[in-house]
Each structure stands twice: as C-alpha cells, then as structure tokens.
C-alpha cells in the first residue's frame, strides 16, 4: 500500500479543517484568488485514494480542461501521487490503479451523460460543482439523486463559487442561518456561526475566504485585487460579497431556466458580434425578442479569445446557421473576410451616441438570460455609470453587451433590417 505524506503547511491554513468534513453541503465562496479550487483539487485527490469516488462538474463541459482538470492535475503533483493513477484524457477520468476509486468530470451541458455517470467501482459519494453560480437549481436536484448506492462514506456535494448576486438561488437556498458582522447571529444548539466568515448546522456547511486567506500569493496579485475600482468588482471579487445593483446600467433583468420559461414561438431570433482577439474576446449573442410583452430573451453565447478568422467563422457557422449577424463596424476586414467565409455578416450602423441610445432602448424592455449564459450574466451584473456627468458607462467588460446592442440595432431604429443581396454578403 502506498503512502502519501501530507505537507500541512501547503494548504492555506483556513481550509485545513474541512479535509475531513463530512456534512452533505458544503459551500466554499468568496473572492477571487483565494484558494477555494486548489484546496478542493487537494482534496479531491486524497479523497480518491482513500477510496471515494468523486464526480466534478461545471454548466460547461469545454471549460473543465482549463480549470478543474488542470487543477486535479496540479494537485497530484505537489503531492507527488501521479503514479497511483491512470488518468484518461478522452474519457475525462483519472481511476486510483490500486482500487479503482475514481475522479470524473462532465459537463452538465450533456445531461444524459450525466444520468448515465457511474464509477468503475463502488458508489459515487462526492459532487463537486465549480463556478455554481453558472448552474441552475435543478442541475443541484438532479446532481443530488446521483449519490445513491451503498457505501462506507457520508455522501457529499460541495460548490465552489464567486458570490454573484442576492438574487442567485445559491443564496436564497442555503444562505437562510448567514450572518454578516454586526448581524445576529442565529439560535440553535447545532448551529456554529463566525459572521461573515462561515457557518454550519447539521446540513450544510459555508465558508468565506478572501484573497487575504491565500499565502501563496505573489504581491503583484495581491496588489491588483487591492487596486479593483469597478465597485461590483471590488466587491465580489475582492471582498468575496454578494453582489447588489448600486449604480448598475441595467436594473431590468433577471437569470432563468429558458427550459421553464422559454419565449413565444413568434418571438424573432437576432444575432450580434463584438470582434476580439487576445484580451478581448470574440463575444456572440443569440437572443430572441417579444415585441407585445417587450422582452428579451438571451438564449445563447458564445464568449471565446485567440481566434482567427476562419475559426470565427466556424463557431459562427455552428452557433447561427444561415442567419445574419450583426457585427461591430470598426473592423470592415474582418467582416468582408467572414463574408467570403460564408457568413451573412452585416456590420452595425452605430452612428453618435449609439451606445447610450442603445442602453436607453434596452432599458425600456425586460431582459431574460439564459442561466446558461453565464459571461451575459457576469456582464449585466458588473455593468455600471461612471461617476460625473453626462452619464456614460464604464468601459471595459461589456462585450457581450455590446453584442446585443448590435444584434438589436433594427428595432432601436424601428426600421427593418436591410436585407442584402447574396453578392453583398459574399455569396
């Protein structure tokens, strides 16, 4: 039997105690930068060899690699454990040679993938949900019903997330017994509670940290977080709080599962495009608008960088088919090129003050995104007025925003599009 020795002092001392926890939700949240994913990756990996086996998921299968997996990965190594396991990249799993016992990973965009995940041996006794806040409530219900089964271990389901928003469903559902400092802090014999730090009774268990609580970090990133002026920023990736509106640009939206409140089938489907490269992304919105109700539903993204044209073109082709997509118009090459590519690519009229006619007419209607559509999401949340006057929003991480500016640039002038010819198009 092999032995892995465990070098304490390379673990942040505040997740030291939950190594061992046994409660069936746990909760670790906060600020960026923090640790949380290390730690769990740590964990994953010792609770595997001790014999669990454990499922780690995100909404999105195609972001695992550059998180979770890469994480597990890094966590075998600083505990010098990669020879105890087989790891297979193609079917995302890496099985402990000795027993068997196994760490999984999905996305829960493959939902009968999911229905169908079962280890090689023994029962599934652990969930991990990175980036929750992505997730919706009914991915947490159908993940729950997966740990069933005999086993020797208490079964578990741990998320791991930055506090988006009051609103999220996260916090309406375990946040109930939460003090903040200066809070009352509730009754009850099982109930332990340091406000704003962390919380437990016997059903779950929530822990706070910071990047204050990561001793690993270099003093340039410590330097950035400290230095943060974006307010909704500052706040939830900082201070590891939940995000409130304060002079937010939009008021006027909500996250839903479009599965339960899908748009009207006459609702007419846009697309819009934000070009991007290396620090900014290529941003695709697909949305859908209902005119007699004035709502917009944000059904699709796709928030992607580094990619060249005839890569664009490709997700182009696979996320909007035939349909035309309204592009930023600061770039005339790049559009003509995705013409040529096969993209019915019509750039955006702008023209003076588009982006706050734009804002101005957004505003007028409500607009329900997709809780798949986690970038949107992130965006509406953080999007705010720069302080002063004329009102002008912050610059910066509103890609996505702008890209539903364009897609809805026709209705904002009430003129119909203007249908181009094939030859117009490239075609």
């Known amino acids: ?24 939700y746990q909760l670790f949240f906060g600020g960026s930068s923090s640790g949380k994913s290390s730690f769990l990756a740590t964990r994953a990996v010792l609770d595997a060899l001790s014999g669990r086996n454990l499922l780690i998921v995100r909404k999105v299968q195609r972001t695992l690699h550059a998180s979770c ?21 193609s079917d995302l799993t890496m099985t402990v040679r000795r027993t068997g016992a196994q760490i999984m990973f999905a996305g829960l965009d493959d939902a009968e993938k999911i229905k169908s995940i079962t280890p090689l041996n023994g029962a599934l006794t652990d969930v991990w949900i990175e980036e929750a ?9 159908q993940l729950d019903k997966r740990l ?25 559902e375990f946040f109930d017994g939460w003090a903040e400092p200066g809070e009352r802090v509730p009754d009850g014999a099982d109930v ?20 204050r609580d990561n001793a690993f970090l270099t003093e340039d990133d ?8 974006s307010d909704y920023y500052r706040t939830v990736y900082t201070l590891g709080q939940w995000g409130t509106h304060g002079d937010a640009v939009f008021t ?8 339960e409140t899908p748009p009207p089938e006459d609702a007419e489907e846009f697309y819009g495009l934000d070009f991007g490269f290396a620090r900014d992304p290529c941003a695709c919105v697909r949305c859908r608008l209902d005119r007699t109700d004035r709502r917009i539903y944000v059904t699709g993204e796709f928030y992607e960088t580094g990619l060249v044209i005839w890569q664009l073109a490709e997700r182009l082709k696979a996320f909007a088919g035939r349909a035309a997509v309204t592009c930023d118009s600061a770039d005339p090459r790049c559009i003509a090129e995705l013409r040529a590519l096969g993209i019915r690519a019509v750039p955006a009229r702008k023209g003076p003050d588009s982006v706050l006619h734009g804002i101005q007419w957004l505003q007028g209607y409500q607009i329900l995104v997709d809780t798949a559509c986690a970038d949107m999401i992130r965006e509406l949340s953080a999007y705010a007025w720069k302080e002063g006057s004329p009102p002008q ?6 890609h996505l925003i702008d890209a539903l500016r364009y897609a809805l640039e026709s209705e904002q002038t009430c003129r119909p599009a203007r249908l181009r010819r094939k030859r117009e198009v490239g075609l």
């Open 1 to 24: 039997m092999a032995t892995i020795e465990i070098d304490l002092n390379g673990i942040n001392a505040v997740y030291r105690p939950y190594l061992r926890d046994s409660h069936r």
């Open 222 to 229: 410590r330097r950035a977080l400290e230095e943060e002026t």
């Open 393 to 398: 929003p912050r610059p910066g991480d509103d």
């Open 252 to 259: 006027n939206w909500r996250a839903v599962s479009l599965r």
């Open 148 to 172: 069933r089964g005999p086993s020797r271990f208490e079964k578990r389901v741990t998320l791991s997330f930055n506090p988006t928003w009051r609103e999220h469903w996260i916090c309406q």
């Open 69 to 89: 997996w890469n994480e597990v990965l890094k966590a075998m190594r600083r505990l010098r454990a990669q020879g105890l396991f087989k790891v297979s990249r």
């Open 133 to 141: 806040t992505e997730c919706e409530f009914e991915d947490l219900k």
């Open 192 to 211: 332990v509670c340091v406000p704003g730090r962390s919380y437990s009774d016997p059903r779950v268990t929530i822990l706070r940290t910071t990047y």
